[in-house]
């Protein structure tokens, strides 16, 4: 394996504030271990700390392959590339553009890599971003559908599997795959662990070797930081979307960093936060993406439609007068 590995203290970590796990294991050895990656802390709660450092080393190489924030990753070398240009890449980064096309057909485009141009037009792309932190102008409306035109996955790219590689179909074109990586590395580091363990890189959780109890948190200040606790079974991985994560206001209208790829605008579906719970974590990640884009009722169909395959699918909808709906798996109170 290369690469060093990037540690974080814990009194440094910043606690998740998007989902929170309740319980840590039974196993009286267990410890929490810090890392850094993706921009985010991870956190490994195990007593096998052998198996967490092999699972952070892991995340930070897949991090080294499709941040876009890294100018000679796999993802950074596709988005300086002119149209025409065919980029070899890993087969990390291959694998998982692969599931970001899937979760891209089975929710209509909802959940598009490709909306990159506009995540940038609007502000939110890393390096660019500072929470809360609005920009002098807002986009036109031109420049919102000049970006526009640039997005749509199964036309402004074509992958080639056989050759590991990626052409670029249109010029300015490019991928951001924030919205499906961090879900798709917690639920690969799961097979790693040979005893109870839970894995939380920046909200993104999973957990093995026994029920753990997660809680969502609340999309606006309040009294209580959880709106409820659900229980994540072994093998299974939970992540949440929010217009609370990222996000700034101009002129008392908030604007924040899940961007509806049809409108070129920050989603705007009545949904102020999705939690999705999937064993698939890419799936589950994309999906709560997606819903915050399309809203609870074609979200209810995706996860009606997808319950055959994977029959642990539920989500959490939290509505914007904050009244809050679940799909496949009660809620508790906090
Ligand atoms: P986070 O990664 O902050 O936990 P998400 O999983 O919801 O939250 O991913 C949001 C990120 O995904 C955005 O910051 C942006 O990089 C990217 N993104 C924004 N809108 C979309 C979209 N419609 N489809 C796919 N990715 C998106
Ligand atoms: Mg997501």
Redesign the pocket.
Known sequence: MKGKIKRRVAALAVAAT?LLAFTACNDSAAKEEYFEVFGTTLCITTANAEEAERAALEMQNTELAVSAAIADSDIGRINAAAAGESVVVGDITMQLLRKAYRAYELTDG????T??PL?ELWG?AAGDFVQGVAPEKLPSAEEVAAERGKVGFDRAFRLDPESNSVEKLIEGAML?L???A??DAVARSLGGFTGECLVNL???IGGVGKDHRIGIGAPRPSEKAYIGIVTLHSGECI????DY??YYEKDGKRYH?????FTGRP?DSGLISVTVICRDGALG??L???I??AGEEKGREWLDALSAEYPEIAAVFVHEDLTTATWGRDMQAA
């Open positions: 998007v909802a959940y598009d890599p909306v990159a995540v939110f951001d924030g919205g499906i961090k879900g920046g909200g993104n992540s949440t979307s929010g994560e990222r960093h899940i961007i509806d790829p989603a990640d994309a709560s993406t997606a915050m884009v």
